[in-house]
């Protein structure tokens, strides 16, 4: 998993996407952004991993969607008028992150990025890829995509006839 230091590496800043979820700040890696869309409805597909709610349509591409807040806390996000897909691309699978708002994007330095403190990493903690500490302001958490794929396998529902 990358940490802070390598998302920080080569020309020492990172473009971040930022992303309200269950009314916290969310950040993602520009480089795995592939586009922002206005929430549609989603078409459930049945028997899928728990977090998967369905799929959409964008452009001829089925895109499966992943309600982040439900993913990282259990608050599902609700839809409105400011509720977006986040297309991200990473370990070559597209999903659409489902979140209450697109924020800002925010170009932040390495010194200003750090790993996550140590007692939640070592405590088995790896939804967050590092931290940004931001003067006058909360600090963002930046999402571990490969946390968030992991989840999701996990969510596989287990029945009788798929442990046959």
Not at 91 to 108: F, R, T
Not at 113 to 119: H, T, V
Request: proline fraction near 7%; glycine fraction near 8%.
């Amino acid at each position: 998993m990358a940490d802070a230091a390598s998302m920080a590496s080569g020309e020492g800043e990172v473009t971040l996407g930022c992303f309200e979820v269950g009314g916290r700040t969310i950040a993602i890696d520009v480089a795995n952004v592939r586009e922002v869309v206005r929430w549609q409805p989603v078409t459930p597909l049945p028997r899928s991993p728990v977090l998967i709610e369905g799929v959409i349509d964008l452009r001829g591409a089925l895109v499966p969607i992943v309600d982040l807040g439900r993913a990282l806390n259990e608050v599902k996000v609700e839809p409105s008028s400011n509720t977006r897909i986040v297309v991200v691309e990473t370990d070559g699978l597209v999903i659409g992150l489902m979140v209450d708002s697109a924020i800002e994007v925010l170009q932040v330095g390495a010194a200003s990025m750090e790993d996550p403190p140590a007692l939640a990493t070592h405590a088995g903690y790896d939804a967050a890829r590092a931290v940004v500490r931001r003067p006058d302001s909360d600090p963002i958490v930046v999402l571990s995509l490969e946390y968030l794929l992991e989840s999701v396998y996990r969510s596989m529902p287990t029945t009788r006839e798929d442990a046959a």
